[in-house]
């Protein structure tokens, strides 16, 4: 049986949700942004020990002013809101991606979260914003340059925003595309897709997924 490590997952859906219901986008990122919650004591219940969860990606700013608007203050709301359940959880919040660009309050948010939960080991949840696969390889090599270290995989890997391999990879909402999400570490990951929108995903959802896993004969490119 497989063991699940790291589980990442693309959260995508939030817009149709909204419109087949004649909302605006940003009612479907809000519900949206209720899910992960549940996710997260998903995760501490069978003891997964890293989430990756596609927040924002580097392509997202070209989305009209107002959703990317929305989407940080969102994000603010979400850094307050979640401090007590992550304390009391044991949940490790850290981001993956870069966020020199965000406002310096956005920073100072996401930097208090990370300090209140540094030493919590039940799960780490890497929130990418502002992440891009090929943005985070590309700042991977540049810090084994300046690190001055040997150029070779093992120093790139840990080098990256997370070094972990990904074991198992969702996407909600119907695609069947990886949208330059971690790349590198879902080199192995087992591939998991469902139609529901990411607003009405759910933890009954993600355990069959799971267990679905456990069983999957992972070869790792040998026999
Ligand atoms: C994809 O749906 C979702 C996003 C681009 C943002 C993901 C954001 C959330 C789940 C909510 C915010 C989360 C936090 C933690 C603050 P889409 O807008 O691409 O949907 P569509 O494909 O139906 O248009």
């Not at 997952?9 to 992960?36: C, P, S, T, Y």
């Not at 580097?58 to 009209?64: S, V, Y």
């Not at 039940?122 to 590309?138: H, R, T, V």
């Not at 119907?174 to 879902?186: D, K, V, Y």
């Amino acid at each position: 049986m497989n063991n699940l490590n790291h589980l990442a997952i693309i959260m995508d859906g939030n817009g149709r949700w909204a419109k087949k219901r004649n909302f605006l986008r940003q009612k479907g990122h809000e519900v949206g942004a209720n899910v992960v919650e549940q996710i997260c004591e998903f995760c501490t219940d069978q003891d997964i020990k890293i989430l990756s969860l596609y927040a924002f990606s580097t392509e997202n700013w070209k989305r009209p002013k107002r959703e990317v608007e929305f989407l940080m203050d969102l994000l603010k709301k979400f850094l307050i809101s979640k401090r007590e359940n992550f304390i009391k959880n044991g949940i490790k919040f850290t981001t993956i991606g870069d966020i020199s660009v965000f406002s310096n309050e956005l920073k100072d948010e996401i930097n208090l979260l990370k300090s209140l939960t540094h030493d919590n080991t039940k799960l780490k949840l890497n929130l990418a914003i502002n992440y891009g696969a090929k943005d985070e390889i590309l700042r991977a090599f540049k810090r084994v340059s300046e690190l001055k270290l040997e150029l070779n995989e093992q120093n790139l890997q840990n080098c990256l925003d997370e070094s972990e391999c990904i074991d198992l990879l969702v996407r909600t909402g119907g695609e069947q595309r990886l949208s330059n999400f971690m790349l590198w570490q879902a080199s192995y990951a087992e591939l998991a897709f469902s139609d529901t929108l990411w607003p009405d995903f759910t933890k009954d959802e993600l355990a069959k997924i799971v267990e679905n896993f456990k069983y999957k004969n992972r070869r790792f490119g040998g026999l």
